[in-house]
Nanobody
Framework: QVRLVESGGGVVQAGGSLRLSCAASGRTLSGTAMGWFRQGSGKEREFVAA????????LYSTSVKGRFTIARDNAKNTVYLQMNSLKPDDTAVYYCAAGLPSTTRGSYDCWGQGTQVTVSS
């Protein structure tokens, strides 16, 4: 079983940037896609971004495309989410997940505990 631990969350002003990290331990992530999801207060958990094992394919939600960038370092078993031009609507708990390259929650079978991102206006 793989264990995922997110870090890098915090409080930032609108227009600012944050970089989230997700470190994996346990079994290898070889061949595994990684995704980022988020859940705002009172909202459903929604897809943010995903990346294949090779990094050759990335997926983004419409709301973050052009502002967020997902990347991974397989040697470090770590996936990143660079978030720029942050908006108050980006405020949420951000979760990383391991599974199949997809925008749907059900395609991921391992989840981290989440990290809070708060964007002030």
């Amino acid at each position: 079983q793989v264990r995922l631990v997110e870090s890098g969350g915090g409080v930032v002003q609108a227009g600012g940037s944050l970089r989230l990290s997700c470190a994996a331990s346990g079994r290898t992530l070889s061949g595994t896609a990684m995704g980022w999801f988020r859940q705002g207060s009172g909202k459903e958990r929604e897809f943010v971004a995903a990346i294949t094992w090779s990094g050759g394919t990335t997926l983004y939600s419409t709301s973050v495309k052009g502002r967020f960038t997902i990347a991974r370092d397989n040697a470090k078993n770590t996936v990143y989410l660079q978030m720029n031009s942050l908006k108050p609507d980006d405020t949420a708990v951000y979760y990383c997940a391991a599974g199949l390259p997809s925008t749907t929650r059900g395609s991921y079978d391992c989840w981290g505990q989440g990290t809070q991102v708060t964007v002030s206006s």
